[in-house]
């Protein structure tokens, strides 16, 4: 062996000698036992403190733009009840969601929680990891950061506690101190807040739900959650359940027969009364989707400054008040009782809610109508496909390019031409008009000439502009010929925001509340309320055009006053909703009145605020009329700076053509005969425009009585045409 061999072997020689099996033994166990020390000197060290912030949370103070305070929440809503007070089976249903281990377990779950470590580390979210005796000491002693100093604290504190305290004593401390949404914290305000029971009647289903909502106290409250959020706590329902049963805690064949305790509606928390809880509430929800979690609003410490005018808010309030809650018996009619409002109204220019009305008063009716979505907009859809048809640059069945001036056919029940689906939609009072403009069909909501734009423009076209202009898009909220009647679902926060991207001359504007929301230790970033453009100016200006008609001369004549206004009325089917959307060049308003009975379901407006129909032109155009003019302080000079496509709706109608019309395609001031006769109803689906028969061809329909449901009084004002346009529409 040379020298060089023989020098490997003597170094593989030390290296062997360095690393024996006894020295890495030994190493090991050193290494041990120094973790060993070191963990119980943070256990020395870490005493377990008293309770927490939780224990005395600070207000949140909500104030007016001009910096009044407005609200101040904060006050806890909870009363600690003994953990006798609270039925075994649901006591069970909590262990069972959160810590199925808890009667036996020392207080942590060290491979949960280094799970849940190395999933945070690694981008797959923020885990839990947790068991009930860590989830208290974090509720009572610590705090809500997600930091690895704060878990080791809380596992230390948690075997601390763990040892000092009985099982029973950790569950009860768990139960009351956790947040369960709605204000309420603990489970006997939970109790009261989801059911209206004391923790003590709670069944087993039930305390199976509250203890699901813990988990996500926003997203898994059944009356606010959005169909994917119910799909979840409906999952976590039947999770906690089957825990039940696989620890024996729950008798299969009666886990077989439980059923979804569905909770009932929310209640207002006190000091939350008239519109300021609908306003906090709505500030808490942006917010929310701007990041602030629902952990960080409950402790409290926050600077809310909102978007809300005082003058205008109470202006909005004073308008509903002398317009509909004055003429109102609610306490003597049923019927009147369910007659709800709503109505948001915002600054086009900055996207500023400036005032908001919800409903009658936070404590009386919960549900916000400013911002709810399960009533239809209806006819203050048509604007939406009108500038649909403009900015795309569509054009009708013969080739006429679509302008305020293009004649459709007004006839009552006139199938579409060009659509695989059949729809015949009847106008108001199954009234036909024959051939009309653009424009007076707008002034007077025509339903079959929109019913035929939409075709002309494409659903899906007018669905992508409407969104684009601020609608949400939505499961009901199909690309068919009907949407163009808006049988969607909107708020009139959706419906303000869309006209105000009108106003906006298209571009993007997105209702905000908050102005700003400051905490000792952070800000929020407010909502980007003003974006780009989604339509042409040309598109929106002539929208606009069209609107101005329908309050000079139209069906929300009501609504004029000392201002320059566009606007449109809204009466959905069976009457369950009425709206007036319309804006000046300072200020959009959008005004929605609900049926809604006792229980919450939608029932008809009909022979409520006045006999008849309570279409959008009576009320709703009233209630923004009274508003707007207080708001603009009495009236404005203001005018819209418009830049149109330079067509004009005339009077409305149509001139009588000559008897050479052949039917080709003509200018849009010139109406072919195609577009003064209705055309014969297509096959079920028809795909062609067919050809209009002669008999027709040479006279117009001559124009139906005058129709009015106007008191003689107040008689409506007449059109160029000679006819009164001033009746409600649809």
Not at 45 to 51: D, N, Q, R
Not at 232 to 254: A, C, F, I, K, S
Request: net charge positive.
């Amino acid at each position: 062996m040379g020298r060089t061999g023989k020098s490997q072997a003597k170094k593989g020689g030390r290296i062997r000698r360095l690393f024996t099996w006894k020295k890495l033994l030994g190493t090991f166990f050193v290494g041990c036992l120094l973790v060993m020390g070191a963990l119980y000197t943070v256990y020395l060290m870490v005493p377990v403190p008293t309770a927490n912030a939780d224990a005395t949370l600070q207000s949140n103070v909500y104030k007016y733009s001009n910096g009044k305070v407005m609200a101040r929440t904060g006050k806890i809503n909870r009363e600690i009840v003994g953990l006798e007070k609270v039925p075994q089976d649901v006591q069970k249903a909590f262990v069972a969601a959160e810590n199925k281990t808890f009667y036996k377990d020392n207080g942590v779950d060290i491979k949960g929680t280094v799970r849940a470590a190395w999933n945070t580390l690694t981008g797959k979210g923020k885990q839990g990891g947790s068991t009930i005796t860590q989830q208290y000491v974090k509720n009572y002693y610590l705090s809500q950061d997600q930091t690895a100093t704060r878990k080791l604290k809380e596992m230390v504190i948690a075997i601390k506690v763990d040892q000092n305290m009985q099982k029973p004593e950790i569950l009860a401390g768990y139960m009351n101190t956790s947040y369960y949404g709605r204000n309420a914290y603990g489970i006997q305000a939970a109790a009261q807040a989801y059911y209206g029971v004391d923790a003590s009647k709670l069944n087993v289903a039930q305390g199976a739900y509250l203890a699901s909502v813990l988990q996500a106290p926003s997203q898994y409250d059944w009356t606010a959650a959005s169909p994917e959020g119910r799909k979840l706590v409906e999952q976590r329902w039947n999770y906690v359940l089957n825990n039940m049963v696989e620890e024996n805690w729950l008798d299969p064949g009666q886990r077989a027969g439980l059923k979804f305790p569905a909770p009932q509606k929310p209640k207002a928390p006190k000091g939350m009364s008239g519109q300021s809880g609908y306003i906090v509430e709505a500030a808490n929800q942006e917010l929310l989707r701007q990041g602030v979690s629902e952990e960080d609003l409950k402790a409290g410490g926050w600077t809310i400054t909102l978007n809300i005018d005082e003058k205008k808010q109470k202006a909005l309030v004073r308008a509903v008040d002398h317009e509909l809650e004055a003429k109102l018996d609610r306490k003597g009619s049923k019927k009147q009782a369910g007659v709800q409002a709503g109505a948001t109204s915002v600054d086009p220019k900055t996207g500023a809610v400036v005032a908001l009305y919800g409903g009658v008063g936070a404590t009386e009716h919960w549900t916000n109508n400013a911002t709810r979505r399960d009533y239809q907009p209806a006819s203050t859809f048509k604007p939406l496909v009108l500038a649909s048809a403009l900015d795309n640059g569509s054009e009708t069945q013969d080739g006429r390019k679509i302008g305020l001036g293009t004649i459709y056919d007004g006839t009552s029940k006139r199938p579409v031409v060009g659509s695989s689906i059949p729809f015949a939609p009847e106008n108001e009072d199954n009234e036909s008009y024959g051939p009309v403009s653009v424009q007076k069909a707008t002034n007077s909501s025509i339903n079959s000439v929109y019913a035929q734009m939409i075709i002309d423009v494409g659903p899906t076209k007018a669905k992508q502009t409407a969104i684009g202009l601020g609608m949400k898009d939505g499961v009901d909220f199909g690309a068919t010929p009907s949407m163009s009647l808006g049988v969607m679902q909107a708020s009139t926060m959706d419906m303000a925001g869309a006209y105000a991207t009108l106003d906006n001359h298209g571009v993007k504007v997105t209702p905000t509340l908050v102005k700003s929301a400051e905490h000792k230790d952070r800000k929020a970033e407010p909502v980007k309320s003003i974006g780009d453009r989604v339509i042409s100016r040309e598109a929106a200006d002539t929208t606009t055009k069209a609107m101005q008609g329908v309050v000079q001369s139209g069906s929300g004549f009501r609504a004029a006053g000392d201002y320059a206004a566009a606007g449109k009325t809204g009466t959905s089917e069976n009457n369950r909703s009425a709206w007036f959307v319309g804006y000046t060049p300072e200020l959009v308003t959008a005004v929605g009145l609900f049926g809604e009975d006792a229980k919450g379901n939608q029932v008809t407006l009909t022979d409520t605020i006045n006999p008849g129909r309570a279409n959008g032109g009576r009320t709703p155009a009233q209630i923004w009329g009274a508003y707007t003019t207080a708001a603009l302080g009495g009236g404005s000079d203001a005018t819209f700076d418009l830049q149109t496509d330079g067509t004009s709706g005339g009077d409305g109608t149509a001139p009588t053509p000559t008897s050479t019309a052949t039917g080709s395609p003509t200018p849009t001031t010139t109406p072919s005969d195609e577009a003064t006769t209705p055309t014969q109803p297509p096959t079920s689906t028809a795909t062609t425009p067919t050809q209009p028969p002669t008999s027709t061809a040479t006279t117009p329909p001559e124009p139906p009585p005058t129709k009015t449901d106007e008191p003689t009084t107040q008689p409506p004002p007449t059109g160029n045409n000679g006819i009164a346009d001033g009746r409600p529409g649809q």
